[in-house]
């Protein structure tokens, strides 16, 4: 036999079993692999069914996790609405409040009241007399005489109820009230640095049906 010959006939041997191994690889089914000499090769089949699998697993995954994001945007929806309503509700409390607080009567009449707690109180002014203890103190300069007595204005000396100098009350002819109603006249002067106080009787107009007054009459 010639060498061609014998070349041939290898090149058919090849031929055809690498026209086996084709067919098993183009025709088997989706579970097996054939052995060639680089290794083992899925059948077509096999690899179509592999590809598959893979993506309906990596869709499966991409859907849950759309659902999953989803879910979560939702639920940050729904805290955004209730931190919306919240802070909606808390501005009305706000504007409420300084209504009830200072507000004008028509104001705290569409809230179904009658007046403000300032217009209580500019109402009490106007309604009955009475009066109240109230103090001043301050600390003396060199040879001061006079002790003022606020924006407040006496009507007689009886008001006065005490004059305090470094924890030493004086007797009432030692002071009397000014002209002006405005302070308290002093007759000997203080030194520099000397504590003082005066209590007196300061008259306020005031309603006595109000909860919690403290009305001082016929003192």
Not at 5 to 17: H, M, P, S, Y
Not at 64 to 77: D, F, M, P, Y
């Amino acid at each position: 036999m010639s060498d061609i010959q014998k070349r041939l006939n290898q090149a058919v041997d090849i031929t055809e079993n690498d026209s086996s191994l084709f067919h098993a690889i183009v025709h088997g089914d989706e579970l097996s692999t054939v052995n060639t000499e680089n290794g083992e090769v899925p059948t077509v089949a096999k690899a179509i069914k592999d590809i598959r699998v893979s993506i309906t697993s990596d869709s499966n995954d991409i859907v849950e996790i759309a659902q999953t994001s989803a879910e979560i945007a939702r639920e940050k929806a729904i805290i955004c609405q209730e931190s919306e309503k919240i802070v909606s509700e808390k501005v009305l409390i706000a504007d409420n409040a300084k209504i009830w607080a200072e507000g004008s009567d028509e104001e705290v009449a569409k809230e179904g009241g009658t007046h403000s707690a300032r217009g209580w109180v500019e109402l009490a002014r106007k309604s009955t007399i009475g009066s109240y203890p109230t103090t001043i103190n301050g600390i003396a300069i060199a040879n001061q005489v006079l002790l003022p007595l606020s924006n407040d204005v006496l009507g007689t000396d009886n008001q006065i109820l005490s004059v305090i100098i470094e924890n030493t009350a004086l007797l009432p002819e030692n002071y009397r009230l000014s002209s002006d109603g405005k302070s308290v006249v002093l007759v000997n002067p203080l030194s520099s640095g000397e504590r003082w106080s005066v209590k007196y009787l300061h008259d306020i107009q005031t309603l006595s049906t109000l909860v919690g007054a403290i009305v001082y009459e016929d003192m």
